[in-house]
């Protein structure tokens, strides 16, 4: 019997190790989709088929199984829908797979009614751990409740009775500890990862990102596109780190990012490049439209009051340098430089303006 629950332990640790690389980059919730609802409520299912294929035999006329493990896995982690699709599953499978007895519908019976009461726990209950307490009871009582009807002999019934509370509390404390252990790793990976490719201070895209985004935009380029490079600087920022310190000068640099997402659409490619200096790429746009979002971005930041940590306010500008692809040049690679040297103009030429690069045949 220990070595069975040994394997049942492995297996239900096994697969949520593997369902963890698989769904790793989504966000598993009760709000989730609700194909990952059904996807997650499929996936539990299959667990608690496994389990009851493996079954613990405590004596050759009494087994006991941990797939209403799977259940609370589904209703913990997806909610309701997914609970009842993984409880329906299991309980078919009972009755149709494993001989239409007394037993199996009492055992069907006994997988719905835990299903529900778990179903409902998760839709009702928004901590986790008492959740997990919760439904444990459930899938204590319940069978419990089972085995008093269907077991006759008190002595049987009575090691069955504590079998079965004891290896059910282990598997529940064991798993959830792990599922503790799996939740802060999604947690550190997907931050790792969010970090990667935006940066911390304003939430836009990092350079890698920006990087990133570019190069598709150059390989999946076609006859008719029209790629519009927009690079902006803070004019004098030094200044503001100098006079009000560095963490007001993080918190103009926050507030820049917001006004770019609140001055572009959410199909252009806003990233921070490093320092003070940010990039906005806009697709299929036409010229005289890039003019008028690099000037509405000036005037945003021109017009705009920043505050500072001690209440103050301040007024800063910003230079902004804009190429667009093939208008004002020909080989999109040279896009970046040809932006970049309109920048450099706008700031060499008085600064708080916007310079459109003059066309050059590279």
Known sequence: MIRELIINIAIIIATISIG??????????????????????????????????????????????????AVMLSATYCGFLSAMITGIILSLFRL????????????????????????LTAKYMTRRRLQWVVMSIYTLIFPTLT????????????????FYWIST?????????????????????????????????????????FDKEFNKLIDNLSTYSIISMLFLDIDYFKKVNDVYGHQNGDKVLEDIGKILLSSTSSTDIVSRNGGEEFSVILIECPQNIVLEVAERIRKAVQDHKFSLLDNKTINIT????????????????????????????????GRNKVVLANYEQF
Do not use: W
């Open 169 to 209: 509390i282990i598997v529940s404390i064991v798993v959830y500890i792990y599922l503790h252990y799996i939740d802060l790793l999604r947690f550190t990976y997907q931050r790792y990862r969010e970090e990667s490719f935006r940066d911390h201070r304003t939430g836009l895209l990092s350079v890698r990102q």
């Open 20 to 69: 963890n690389q698989i769904l790793i980059n989504k966000k598993i919730t009760p709000f989730s989709p609700y194909k990952l609802q059904i996807f997650f409520g499929l996936c539990s299912a299959l667990l608690g088929i496994i389990l009851m294929l493996y079954s613990i035999i405590i004596t050759p006329s009494v087994i006991m199984d941990l797939r209403n493990i």
């Open 96 to 119: 149709l797979f494993q001989g239409q007895t007394m037993d199996s519908f009492l055992a069907a019976l006994n997988i719905l009614t835990i299903t529900v009461c778990c179903a």
């Open 318 to 349: 910003i230079s902004i340098g804009v190429a667009i692809y093939p208008y004002t040049v020909k080989n999109i690679e040279m896009l970046v430089e040809q932006a970049d040297s309109a920048l450099y103009q706008a700031k060499r030429t």
């Open 147 to 162: 085995f008093i009807h269907t077991i006759n002999n008190k002595i049987l019934l009575i090691q069955t009775v504590i």
